[in-house]
């Protein structure tokens, strides 16, 4: 991994932990998801001691997703922004859309709940493979150009 993949995995890590940050303001879906998590007041409020701490292991933990998912978009090709829409999309739908949905079948949460939960992370997701996607093929100098016949290949790999 060079030094420019290093940097589009750190910065698609802090896209998802800043998106999640706007997502759960009380303003937004905050306070709608606190209710719903069973999230009291005084739980919040004891929880901000320890934000910093959770703030930094939700970006490792982003930082993880953004890591595979760099290796995907290059097993799979992915050059553009389609192909980073594509990637996101994909790895929601396959991974994280079903696996939370134990939430709602297995732990009796609300459907609702799951769905701030399951959008925060299709909206974090479609912003890291961009992040990722146009990175690795800005770094590398390739992109994807159509032939005569429409198809499309990529030049500059």
């Known amino acids: ?28 879906f905050g306070t709608a998801w606190m209710r719903m998590a069973g999230v009291t007041p005084e739980m919040a409020e004891r929880g ?7 703030a930094f ?3 490792l933990a982003a930082m993880v997703v953004a890591y595979v998912m760099s290796y995907v978009s290059l097993a799979w090709g992915f050059y553009d922004w389609i192909g980073a829409l594509e990637l996101g ?8 859309a079903p696996t939370m ?9 609300p459907f609702k709940l799951y769905l701030i939960n399951v959008l ?4 974090a997701l479609l912003v890291m493979a961009q992040i990722i996607v ?11 150009t159509p032939d005569d016949n429409g198809d499309y290949y990529i030049v500059g790999e």
Do not use: N
């Not at 901000?48 to 959770?54: I, S, Y």
């Not at 949905?101 to 949460?109: C, D, F, H, R």
């Open 120 to 123: 925060y992370w299709l909206v």
């Open 134 to 144: 146009l990175s690795t093929s800005l770094s590398s100098g390739a992109y994807v």
């Open 1 to 28: 991994m060079d030094l420019s993949s290093f940097f589009a995995i750190f910065a698609a890590g802090v896209s998802a932990v800043l998106i999640g940050w706007i997502w759960y303001l009380p303003a937004v």
């Open 101 to 109: 949905l134990g939430m709602v079948l297995w732990e009796q949460k």
């Open 48 to 54: 901000k001691k320890r934000m910093p701490l959770m």
């Open 89 to 96: 999309f994909w790895c929601w739908v396959g991974f994280i």
């Open 57 to 59: 292991i939700g970006l």
